[in-house]
């Protein structure tokens, strides 16, 4: 009840008044908690010789030097780093801690053991997940469930869900956080939620099957799985006609997508369905949701916890905090978490909006709010397709070229060399799903020009496939980021190619 409270009182405050509280928050989180007992950070604090008083204001942030996912990674000499971020108390350090000493006076000492306990040490494990970088293990204890718990509660009130919906959390099942944020959702706010797990636990039918029966309100899952679940849903004549929110998570939602779900949902009989997007991150343990706007207008963004993290916006080359409504670097610093703690980490997402502070145009609240695209700063790639240079192709802005192309479903990008020479060109090879009956020729012809008038590059080939044969390249309901962008190009030097050194992306329904 503590952080409802909170929140309430959070969210109808100024940006100075919100940025003064977060300053405060930090400062006392950094003192008691992460220079005393993180090894990272207290080493890192003393090297730079700063303390939880050099921050003043959140500019004063800006002296911390930011950390990335590699500095997690195993290295040679040191095969596990991660372990230096993890809050690791010193229980002669607790003991000496006032709070700490009056509380054991008051409650008496097991109940202050049972607490320090269900504080510090971890009960869960999760895993981060991506396309091509190695998966980072994120500990988590009691007390950063508890703060999913209200966090996940707040995001279905921002998602405008009720208690008497019935929702069905189709992510993947996985030690990974959309699954599991999804769960804790349901379970903090009252509702009742069945976890299909995804399409690799019940597959497809399964999930059918659990949409005939519980007739949802809500449907959380990964964009493509989603879009596969319900075009299945329409081919079996399924009524889903209660099905008033699609919480779509794991990857971007393009304006397109958004379009063709809700006619979908149309077609299952439920005509005023809002599709939402939801953006978060193991790292940072939470994850925030958009709130239902009109389907002409833009997104309000994501609905930020300001009690819980902050968020600043950099420049990806300089590293500098941008001024507020700047688009830039996405960095996260938790304010309560426990277990793996990072503190101005990278996330290398990329978004052309930046932070709001004034209301929300649509549900007043005043949080903080994440506007605009969020994309992977990674994904702008060199691709070699003709002699004299290498191209710059954005993959972030050719994902929404394809998602708002009319006459097709789902699509992946694959690149390859030819002939599979390391050595020679790059090719791109368009593999696409038609939604209707559009004859190929014409549909190719359409998709070139439209490749071409946004990325000025042409695609080696354009390949239709049927739905099904979509599903297994995408490797739909398997995966958490399902391969929309896939590099099959070998290295010169004998490696694998990117996308064949984890195998189980490449399991099929
Ligand atoms: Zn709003």
Request: hydrophobic share 35%.
């Amino acid at each position: 009840m503590k952080s409802s409270r909170l929140q309430n009182h959070w969210q109808r405050l100024p940006e100075a008044e919100v940025r003064r509280l977060q300053a405060e928050k930090l400062r006392h989180y950094l003192r008691t908690v992460v220079i005393p007992f993180s090894p990272r950070y207290r080493d890192l604090f003393r090297e730079q010789d700063l303390d939880a008083d050099s921050i003043r204001t959140l500019d004063d942030l800006q002296r911390l030097p930011f950390t990335k996912k590699s500095d997690l990674l195993p290295a040679p000499e040191h095969p596990e780093r991660f372990k230096e971020f993890i809050i690791t108390p010193d229980p002669a350090a607790l003991a000496r801690r006032p709070a700490t000493i009056l509380r054991a006076v008051l409650h008496g000492r097991e109940k202050v053991e049972a607490e320090l306990a269900a504080e510090f040490r971890p009960v869960s494990l999760f895993f981060t997940t991506g396309r091509s970088a190695e998966p980072l293990a994120f500990l988590l204890t009691r007390r950063d469930l508890d703060n999913m718990t209200s966090a996940s509660r707040r995001l279905m009130e921002v998602c405008g869900a009720g208690p008497e919906f019935r929702m069905l959390n189709a992510f993947p099942f996985a030690p990974h956080l959309a699954f599991w944020f999804t769960h804790y959702a349901g379970v903090s706010f009252g509702t009742l939620t069945v976890s299909s797990g995804g399409g690799k636990v019940l597959g497809t039918e399964g999930n059918l099957r659990l949409i005939k029966k519980l007739n949802p309100d809500a449907i959380a899952g990964v964009p493509t799985f989603i879009y596969h679940l319900l075009q299945q849903a329409i081919e079996g004549k399924v009524r889903c006609d209660n099905l008033k929110i699609i919480a779509l998570g794991g990857e971007k939602t393009s304006d397109g997508l958004r379009r063709k779900l809700r006619d979908m949902a149309g077609e299952l009989g439920a005509r005023n369905v809002n599709v939402l997007s939801i953006y978060g991150f193991t790292e940072g343990k939470l994850a925030w949701a958009e709130c239902p706007f009109p389907h002409d207008q833009e997104s309000g963004g994501y609905h930020l916890y300001p009690d819980l993290g902050i968020i600043e916006i950099v420049d990806p080359k300089t590293g500098r905090a941008v001024p507020t409504g700047q688009p830039g670097e996405i960095v996260f610093t938790p304010l309560d978490a426990r277990g793996t703690v990072v503190l101005r980490y990278r996330t290398g997402d990329y978004t052309d909006g930046g932070l709001a502070y004034e209301p929300c145009p649509y549900c007043g609240r005043t949080l903080p709010r994440l506007v605009g695209r969020i994309s992977r700063s990674s994904e702008i790639r060199e691709m070699h397709l003709d002699k004299l240079k290498g191209t710059l192709v954005d993959f972030n802005e050719l994902e929404h070229v394809l998602d708002d192309a009319p006459h097709i479903g789902a699509w992946q990008l694959e690149l390859r060399k030819a002939g599979d020479d390391p050595f020679n060109l790059d090719e791109l090879v368009l593999h696409v799903s038609k939604t209707d009956s559009t004859p190929d020729p014409q549909l190719s012809r359409e998709l070139h020009e439209r490749f071409y008038s946004q990325t000025e590059v042409h695609p080696n080939q354009i390949l239709f496939h049927s739905n099904a044969e979509m599903c297994r390249l995408l490797g739909v309901g398997v995966v958490m980021k399902e391969q929309k962008v896939v590099d099959h190009r070998p290295r010169p030097n004998g490696d694998a190619p990117a996308s064949a050194v984890k195998p189980e992306l490449n399991k099929t329904l």
